[in-house]
């Protein structure tokens, strides 16, 4: 069946340091994918989207790269900080039809001073 | 900023109770979304609804139901709530625009059973 998941539950950086979160997919359909981040106590929020015709998206600090002939999505946060230390998981859903999106199990991202 | 306001931030019911979760958007989106959230398990959809009066099952829908009456306002209803339905429940909503668009997720709402 369907299924979203990462490679690695937590992931331990330095204050400053790139941080690299790798997702795979497996459902060569999907042609949306997103990333998402969770705070202790909050709900998800989204940081950054990117569709299957592009490999690569920037934003604030974060880079989105989806590499479509493995099947891989990987999250890129540049100049880590203490309050990107949080829960990260991606999704994947397809443009068409009703707005589903499945959901990878997420890695968890500490950031040491 | 999307606001998605999820009206309990924690409740504890008893088994066999009848329980609502409410959920309020303030974007005019018409996809609004229900998922519950366990260790391990990653979000799973049990309810969806892109309309008013409109629903659609999701991976999960037995044991629940929902209501959505109003294009802001979404709701879940544990007919008869029973212990394996402890869990977080987050509530999203999304545009429809062209494509698949973002969810926005309020903070949840953490359901105990006893």
């Known amino acids: 069946g369907e299924s979203v998941g990462l490679h690695l539950p937590t992931l331990s950086v330095q204050e400053g340091d790139n941080s690299i979160i790798n997702c795979a997919y497996s459902n060569s359909a999907s042609d949306y994918f997103i990333w998402y981040k969770q705070e202790s106590g909050k709900g998800p929020q989204f940081i950054i989207d990117i569709r299957s015709n592009m490999d690569k998206r920037q934003g604030q600090r974060v880079t989105v790269l989806l590499n479509k002939t493995v099947k891989h999505l990987s999250l890129q946060i540049a100049a880590t900080q203490p309050g990107d230390s949080a829960v990260y998981f991606c999704a994947e859903g397809m443009n068409t039809g009703f707005q589903k999106l499945v959901f990878g199990t997420g890695t968890r991202l500490l950031v040491s001073p | 900023d999307v606001k998605v306001t999820q009206s309990s931030r924690y409740l504890v019911k008893r088994t066999g109770e009848k329980v609502f979760l409410e959920c309020v958007q303030d974007m005019d989106h018409e996809n609004m979304f229900w998922y519950r959230q366990d260790p391990g398990l990653g979000l799973r959809l049990i309810y969806f609804?892109?309309?008013?009066?409109?629903?659609e099952k999701g991976d999960i829908p037995e044991g629940y139901s929902v209501s959505r009456e109003k294009k802001e306002r979404f709701s879940l209803i544990l007919e008869s709530a029973s212990t394996n339905q402890t869990s977080m429940y987050l509530c999203?909503?999304?545009?429809?625009?062209?494509?698949?668009?973002?969810?926005?997720f309020g903070d949840g709402t953490r359901l105990s059973i006893l």
């Open positions: 999203a909503s999304s545009w429809t625009g062209t494509g698949n668009q973002p969810q926005h």
């Open positions: 609804s892109y309309d008013v009066k409109m629903k």
